[in-house]
C-alpha cells in the first residue's frame, strides 16, 4: 500500500507561483511512477504531469508544458509540481497519483491522495 497527501495548494493571482508536494508513506514506494493530474469544476479529472522512479523521464500535458515542473526526492518519498506563470485555467483540484507503468491515463496509477485546491485569481 501506498499513501499519498498533497500539500502546498491555495490563492494564488494570475502569474504567480506555487508549488505542491506529494509525501508518500508505505514500503512500496520504491519503484513508483509518480503523477500529477487536477479537476475543475464541472470537468474530468486531466493529466498534468508525471515522472518516473529514477527522474530520468518528465512528461508533461500540453496544457501545463513550459510553465510547470514535476521532480521529486525518493529519499524523503516526495515529488513536486513547481507550478509558474500560473492561469486562471489552472484552478483546480491537484491530486498526486502514484503506479507502476508511466502514462496518462488515469487508469494507471493505482493509489491517489485527497487532493490539494488551488485557485488563481485576476
Known amino acids: 500500500q501506498v499513501q499519498l497527501e498533497e500539500s502546498g495548494g491555495g490563492l494564488v493571482q494570475t502569474g504567480g507561483s506555487l508549488r505542491l508536494s506529494c509525501a508518500a508513506s508505505?514500503?512500496?514506494?520504491?519503484?513508483?511512477?509518480m503523477g500529477w493530474f487536477r479537476q475543475a469544476p464541472g470537468k474530468e479529472r486531466e493529466f498534468v504531469s508525471g515522472?518516473?522512479?529514477?527522474?530520468?523521464?518528465?512528461y508533461y500535458a500540453d496544457s501545463v508544458k513550459g510553465r510547470f515542473t514535476i521532480s521529486r526526492e525518493n529519499a524523503k518519498n516526495t515529488v513536486y509540481l513547481q507550478m509558474d506563470s500560473l492561469k486562471l485555467e489552472d484552478t483546480a483540484v491537484y491530486y498526486c497519483?502514484?503506479?507502476?507503468?508511466?502514462?496518462?491515463?488515469?487508469?494507471?496509477?493505482?493509489?491517489w491522495g485527497q487532493g490539494t485546491q488551488v485557485t488563481v485569481s485576476s
Open positions: 515522472i518516473t522512479w529514477s527522474g530520468n523521464i518528465r
Open positions: 497519483a502514484a503506479g507502476d507503468i508511466a502514462g496518462r491515463r488515469i487508469g494507471q496509477y493505482d493509489y
Open positions: 508505505g514500503r512500496t514506494f520504491s519503484g513508483k511512477v
